[in-house]
DNA sequence: CAGGATCCTTCTGGATACTG
DNA sequence: CAGTATCCAGAAGGATCCTG
């Protein structure tokens, strides 16, 4: 247990980093856990957005682009007018699903630890 | 479990989204599980760098510094010359460490799942 | 050795308008 | 309703040079 030994390299493409790269995109693991805890992982677009406020359609879509890429979403689409979406966790996502509710039970459990992060609305980190 | 139902509001200022600020800097979960398991949750900067493939110095003192800011870690300096910075982890960052090792289990469990993510060293996600 | 200060490039993500 | 296409301000973070 020193510096120097390259058992877990960090490099580009390890384990860790390509976790990471599912928290890259802000709201992917707040759609994950509405999804999950809120819609019992099916939901079409509009309730997603209505679920999550402060998303913009944009985003919401990007985000779920970049999910069902990722595997954790699957794509449904009711051909009728007017279109009909429904986003559902794959077996991948469910199982992240899990390691994002234990960091969000950790988050409540420590709020008060963290009541000097992001002391007013509208400021961001730092 | 439906939309509109506003229990656990997505805030601004909510457990999750303050969770994730902690992740808003790229490097902050990697310099904490570095720290933990790797050095037993103390390490001097220099130490630290080389533990970290590909982080520059500007970004690792920045990381530093926002982390304690948060209460994750401590700074003790050794007035000596040349001077020797060691971080510490708090009982705080000691127990973020635990959802942050289960997200990078999870990593590592799934890394067939992942394989399709960052395919090649240089480009990112997407 | 630790880290501050700049410069500069890339990316994020919000606002808005438009299509089927 | 779901999604696309632009435009654009601001943040993230890498490279480099300098200080005690």
């Known amino acids: 247990m020193h510096a120097g030994s390259p058992d877990e390299e960090w490099r580009e493409d390890c384990a860790p980093r390509r976790v990471l790269e599912l928290f890259a995109t802000k709201w992917t693991s707040m759609v994950l856990h509405t999804l999950h805890a809120r819609h019992g992982g099916t939901a079409r677009t509009g309730v997603l ?62 709020a008060d630890a963290l009541d000097f992060l992001v002391p007013r609305p509208g400021s961001r980190r730092r």
Chains 1, 2 share one sequence.
């Open 49 to 110: 957005q209505r679920s999550l406020p402060g998303i913009s359609k944009k985003m919401l879509t990007q985000t779920l682009r970049e999910m069902e890429a990722s595997g954790l979403i699957t794509r449904h689409v009711e051909t009728v007018v007017p279109p009909a979406v429904e986003y559902r966790l794959t077996p991948l996502g469910e199982r992240f699903v899990v390691p994002v509710e234990l960091l969000y039970a950790w988050g409540r459990d420590n």
